[in-house]
């Protein structure tokens, strides 16, 4: 049986998906038979992405559906369209982030490193895990980072400090951490895992809508690009994980390539993890009432 045949009748959503990581996950999902709901933040160069997937691939179920992720309103809009297009969801791949050289807030009122690489795919996880339960066996996987910091629980919305682009960054993509670990803390026994990869050092267009830090990694790809590895290379990290019987029951971890690592120490803390848990389910607007946990 080719993988092609394995995994038909499969459906996977992947979230940045128009280039970059997202697009060669999907890519890779699509050569696997499955059906892919691509999400993309703009329309056209998401149809770009998805006609160009499509005819690499000849498998013709790879659909597009668009979102700012920056919004909490658009990301209940685009897990309502989910729900409404599938009845099942097989694998899930918070790929989507961005850096912002300097501070602004979204129309939540939330900082903007926070309101997409953590927020966002918290909060369309959560809209979707009843979905996920019903199809399991299924597989979460978040792309993380590989930044040794700490996120300081009083001051997400950088509010008391002085700005620092990489270190929102990479205190937004700490969070992507302390969400597996309690996700599959809460998931045990569903029958749905929930890791998180640090992909490697790749080329990317990390922040390219932001016009400064567009700038900076667009010199940086100018003068060391050639020695980056391609977003194809990082992908097979992520489908080891959605694809492999090796990690089939595995659920809560930090991987590297092909095995977990390190993850900075304030994600193994349970009591952490539960805790942003709670500031993230008041942050998108959901009460301990609306719980799926409780």
Not at 11 to 25: D, E, H, P, R
Not at 33 to 59: C, F, S, Y
Request: with cysteine.
């Amino acid at each position: 049986m080719s993988m092609s045949d394995l995994y038909t009748g499969h459906t996977a959503l992947v979230t940045g998906a128009n280039s970059g990581l997202g697009k060669a996950v999907a890519e890779a999902l699509a050569r696997s038979g499955a059906r892919v709901l691509m999400v993309a933040r703009d329309p056209i160069r998401g149809e770009i992405a998805r006609a160009d997937i499509t005819k690499t691939t000849g498998n013709d179920q790879v659909e597009l559906l668009t979102c700012d992720l920056s919004s909490q309103t658009a990301v209940r809009h685009l897990a309502t369209e989910i729900l409404q297009r599938t009845d099942r969801l097989h694998n899930l791949v918070n790929n989507a982030g961005t850096a912002f050289s300097s501070r602004g807030l979204t129309t939540d009122g939330i900082e903007r490193t926070l309101a997409v690489n953590h927020l966002a795919p918290f909060l369309l996880t959560y809209l979707l895990l009843d979905l996920l339960r019903n199809s399991a066996p299924a597989r979460i996987v978040n792309v993380g980072t590989r930044i040794n910091t700490a996120m300081n629980f009083d001051d997400l919305n950088w509010d008391s400090r002085n700005y620092r682009m990489m270190a929102a960054y990479g205190q937004s993509k700490l969070g992507n951490i302390h969400f597996t670990r309690e996700l599959a803390r809460r998931l045990k026994g569903s029958g749905v895992t929930v890791n998180c990869v640090f992909p490697g050092v790749f080329r990317s267009n990390l922040g390219a809508t932001d016009g400064a830090q567009g700038l900076f990694w667009k010199s940086v790809a100018l003068l060391v690009g050639w020695a980056l590895t391609p977003p194809e290379k990082a992908a097979e990290r992520v489908m080891y994980l959605l694809r492999s019987p090796n990690v089939a029951d595995v659920s809560g971890e930090y991987f590297g390539d092909k095995t977990p690592i390190p993850a900075p120490a304030q994600a193994d803390d349970p009591a952490a993890n539960a805790e942003l848990w709670q500031i993230s389910m008041r942050l998108v607007g959901l009460k301990d009432v609306d719980d799926k946990f409780v």
